[in-house]
């Protein structure tokens, strides 16, 4: 059997995920978590690192493609990532394949999808429901133009936060996130904060 590795802050959805993977008869839940330093430890106290992290996107306060960077610098071997995430945006779909995700399937996906997105990512290949292929083809790659701080900055953002709690999360001056924006706001035509919104 296959290993599969939850990680999402709801349970229900973790109970979910589990039923509908116990019930293929193909996998095995090698544990789950709710948070990243929790998905971190667990994970890291594991004998033999599962084959899938199937892995959402938001985990409270913290962006779960943190955890994709933790694992490659663990070293060893490196399980497939799948993520399962509410949102279908191109940046968000475009910034988890360029951390390292080898697919990203929507939350309001049926079984079938979700199976034939887990089986592809086991598989090796990409995966992308074609309405998300669609949607992330169209969409200029903006996150290949940013900086790893612009990412940073540019995720918080878009979970709404304001100057000054960017800077205290990221442990910086408000003036420094102001330019950091700046250089944001150029390099994608934005031509104030509701725009990035938008994109």
């Not at 993977?21 to 998905?39: C, H, N, Q, V």
């Not at 962006?63 to 279908?88: D, Q, W």
């Not at 102001?178 to 035509?189: A, D, F, P, Q, W």
Request: glycine share 8%; no cysteine.
């Amino acid at each position: 059997m296959q290993t599969v590795f939850l990680v999402d802050d709801h349970v229900m959805i973790r109970r979910g995920l589990e039923a509908r993977l116990t019930a293929a008869g193909r996998f095995r839940i090698a544990g789950e978590a709710a948070a990243l330093d929790e998905a971190r430890r667990l994970l890291g106290a594991l004998e033999e690192p599962p084959d899938l992290v199937i892995l959402d996107l938001e985990l409270g306060d913290d962006n779960g493609l943190e955890l994709i960077g933790a694992l490659k610098e663990r070293g060893g071997k490196m399980p497939a990532i799948l993520i399962y995430s509410v949102f279908e945006d191109p940046f968000r779909i475009q910034a988890a394949l360029h951390a390292g995700a080898m697919g990203y399937v929507s939350k309001s996906a049926g079984e079938a999808e979700f199976l034939a997105a887990v089986d592809a990512v086991l598989s090796g290949g990409p995966w992308l429901a074609p309405h998300l292929e669609l949607k992330s083809a169209a969409a200029p790659d903006i996150y290949a133009r940013f900086t790893r701080r612009e990412r940073e900055i540019f995720e918080l953002v878009l979970k709404r936060l304001d100057n000054a709690a960017i800077a205290k999360k990221l442990s910086l001056k408000t003036r420094t996130v102001e330019n950091y924006l700046s250089r944001i706001y150029s390099k994608t035509g934005a031509a104030a904060r509701s725009g990035l919104l938008d994109l």
